[in-house]
């Protein structure tokens, strides 16, 4: 079962924009990972932050985390056509000495009209 | 490129028979997952290996199986093939890391279709 809700499922903006997309999760987890998914396509990780962390930076992405709220958020400033793909977020929990399985959300797909 | 591969990239077969899906992981990652991704369960784990033994079992139905062999590289075998199996499998790998997180890199997936 999911573990992730995305939200919104669905997100169309005009080349320039930003976008920002929201994930929650319902139990405690060691990371948060974004990735992005190009139709149909394999999956590309985008930016990992750990649970004692509460912002990142890659790029035009912007990942914020808030584990009391069991929330994360992905902005991607001035957004590019290319940047028109599937999004989501996966958390896990540590097994052992090595990372557990990942758990997807739904995904929201972005579409960034030129 | 991820560095993991997959192959075949497309597999078109009948009910009630039986796949070999391939997995190589990136160099030097001992850990290899296994996803299903279809359209009404999204994405979904199915068993992680780690140096050739079974770690984690997700959502593994009994006709499916999977094996990590010596050089790493990991099958997944789907038998009693059933239409609802059609999906896309993934296979990821990663580093694994005492006490930590690490991040996993996924394959470009092999597409299933039974017919």
């Known amino acids: 079962s999911q573990q992730g809700e995305e939200d919104p499922q669905a997100l169309s903006i005009q080349e320039g924009e930003n976008a920002t997309m929201n994930c929650s999760y319902k139990?405690?987890?060691?990371?948060l990972q974004w990735y992005r998914q190009n139709s149909g396509r394999g999956l590309v990780h985008l930016i990992l932050i750990r649970s004692n962390e509460r912002e990142k930076h890659s790029g035009r992405l912007r990942v914020t985390l808030d584990t009391s709220k069991k929330s994360s958020s992905l902005l991607i400033t001035a957004s590019r056509a290319a940047d028109t793909a599937s999004y989501f977020c996966a958390t896990s929990r540590l097994y052992g000495g090595s990372q557990g399985n990942l758990i997807f959300g739904k995904g929201t797909k972005l579409s960034v009209k030129p | 490129d991820s560095g993991v591969t997959q192959t075949p990239k497309h597999l078109i077969t009948a009910t009630g028979q039986r796949v070999t899906l391939r997995c190589s992981p990136r160099?030097?990652?001992?850990?290899v997952y296994w996803y299903q991704q279809s359209l009404d369960q999204g994405l979904q784990f199915l068993i992680q290996?780690?140096?050739?033994?079974?770690?984690a079992k997700g959502n593994i139905l009994e006709r499916f199986s999977a094996q990590q062999f010596p050089d790493l590289h990991s099958e997944l075998n789907l038998s009693s093939l059933e239409l609802g199996d059609s999906a896309l499998y993934f296979c990821?790998?990663?580093?694994?890391?005492?006490?930590?997180?690490?991040?996993?890199?996924f394959g470009p997936g092999t597409r299933l279709t039974v017919l």
């Open positions: 160099s030097g990652d001992l850990s």
């Open positions: 990821a790998s990663s580093v694994a890391l005492a006490g930590g997180a690490a991040t996993q890199y």
């Open positions: 290996y780690y140096n050739g033994e079974e770690r």
């Open positions: 139990t405690s987890i060691n990371n």
